[in-house]
């Protein structure tokens, strides 16, 4: 019984000859209770300050939260509606030195700047747009619509009725007559809501360098959570 055991013990410290050499005294546990609460406060504080280091390496290179401002991609976000952008493709590219091409259709967050040229209150925004063209396209808007030939397509295609996003007949005409061809490292984006949209149409094709990330779902309202 545990009653016996803690005796015995007793029992042996009490006949202890003076030569016996002593066992570890109690005085050295304050120490070790001192050393380890060291090391905890000591790795807190560390829990503490990697933290917020984390947070922002994961939001800098991985993934961020964005929040839609405006209509321009109506119907498929909404103003408000809270996105989850993934960064990490982009950023592995500029790490080994490649460049980052979305997919056709992928919708993107992008850094414009010359905006105020066209209306707008601030000069340089972040857009959340829909990659239309890749490098190399000719794109062609004509009649209301997106035509785009390539080595794929040498005699066009419209990405608009052709891509998932655009079945139903859910992207409205598209205005604004062009023909461009885009360079090496050029995309041509355009906002949903073609209507009231301000992007490739008006201020140019953009290059690949100023892709943020690409949308990977909507998060908010809750009742229209979807992945992308």
Known sequence: ??????????????????????????????????????????????????APIIAILLTVF?????????????????????????KLPRTWARITG????????????????????????????QLVKRVIGLPGDHIVI??????????????????????????????PPTMNNLDVTLGAKQLFICGDNRPDSLDSRIFGPINTDQVIGTLVARIFPVQDTKRF
């Open 62 to 86: 991985v993934f961020q939260s964005y929040q839609v401002d405006g209509p321009s991609m109506q119907n498929t976000l909404h103003n408000n509606d809270r996105l989850i952008v993934w």
């Open 142 to 171: 004509k009649d209301d619509a997106i035509t785009i030939y390539n080595k794929q397509h040498p005699d066009g295609f419209q990405p608009d009725k052709t891509l998932p996003y655009g079945k139903n007949g859910a992207i």
């Open 98 to 125: 490649h460049q980052y091409v979305p997919k056709r259709g992928d919708i993107v967050i992008v850094t414009e700047s010359g905006l105020s040229n066209y209306g707008d209150t601030q000069d340089t925004k």
């Open 1 to 50: 019984m545990p009653v016996n055991e803690q005796k015995i013990t007793a029992d042996d410290d009490q006949v202890k000859t003076p030569n016996t050499p002593p066992g570890p005294t109690h005085k050295s546990k304050p120490a070790a209770v001192n050393q380890h609460r060291v090391r905890s406060v000591l790795s807190s504080i560390g829990i503490l300050l990697l």
